[in-house]
């Protein structure tokens, strides 16, 4: 069974530019997730997805960041525009189903973005 | 809002020698995972080990076990006869239906393992 996927692994950009990243879910994972993982600090959740609906995303600076998943699959995380504090590992898992029962999270490996 | 702590930011042991990492957790849920995560130098998480609060019997897997203490809200992991592999950052983590079912993760633990 292939894994979570992420891409770009790694990522340079100047401040107030702007980056997306890619996620795809182990294939039939209901809920996907995205974290941001500052140097130093445990993962901390972003946003969280029930196929293409948001069920959580109360942490996400929405001012500059944005994340969609259409058709409920693939997923995109963007910053608009970036600041030198959203340099950190932008992490993505999935897991089968959410709600009354855990479920495991299966991560993908990560992207790591520089903000210069 | 429920809180992990990792008390130890680091940690060496020896090679084949027994190691226990430190997590403490605050919350007034009754019903709750607790979990121990490796991420390793590629940056993926990988599960470690799991303990449901409702379980008396702490949870073993292999040569990791945990020392689940509900009481005291403390939830250690124990890593015998521990191999270069181990290598890693470890993290605690907590998860209920009261933190509308996300994972909190305490701040981490660099093991370092010496041949």
């Known amino acids: 069974e292939a894994g979570v996927a992420q891409s770009p692994r790694y990522k340079i950009i100047e401040k107030r530019q702007s980056v997306a990243f890619w996620c795809n879910p182990i294939?039939?994972?209901?809920?996907l997730y995205w974290y941001q993982q500052i140097l130093g600090q445990g993962p901390k959740l972003l946003i969280q997805?029930?196929?293409?609906?948001?069920?959580?995303d109360s942490q996400l600076p929405k001012d500059r960041f944005s994340a969609e998943r259409l058709k409920g699959v693939d997923s995109t995380l963007k910053i608009q525009p970036a600041k030198l504090e959203d340099s950190a590992v932008y992490l993505c898992a999935s897991s089968s189903t959410a709600q009354s029962s855990y479920n495991e999270q299966f991560f993908g490996p990560g992207t790591r973005l520089t903000v210069l | 809002a429920q809180t992990v702590t990792q008390s130890q930011p680091e940690m060496s042991v020896q090679e084949a020698e027994t190691v226990t990492l430190s997590c403490t957790y605050d919350t007034s849920e009754s019903d709750y995972y607790l979990f121990w995560y490796k991420q390793p130098p590629s940056r993926q998480m990988i599960l470690v080990i799991r303990q449901e609060a409702y379980k008396q019997q702490n949870a073993t897997e292999n040569r990791f076990s945990v020392n689940f203490q509900k009481a005291a809200k403390s939830f250690s992991l124990k890593i015998s006869d521990s191999q270069l592999g181990d290598a890693a950052m470890y993290f605690c983590a907590f998860y209920s239906g009261g933190s509308n079912y996300k994972l909190t993760f305490g701040k981490g633990t660099l093991l370092t393992v010496n041949p």
């Open positions: 997805f029930q196929n293409n609906g948001v069920v959580d």
């Open positions: 294939s039939g994972h209901a809920t």
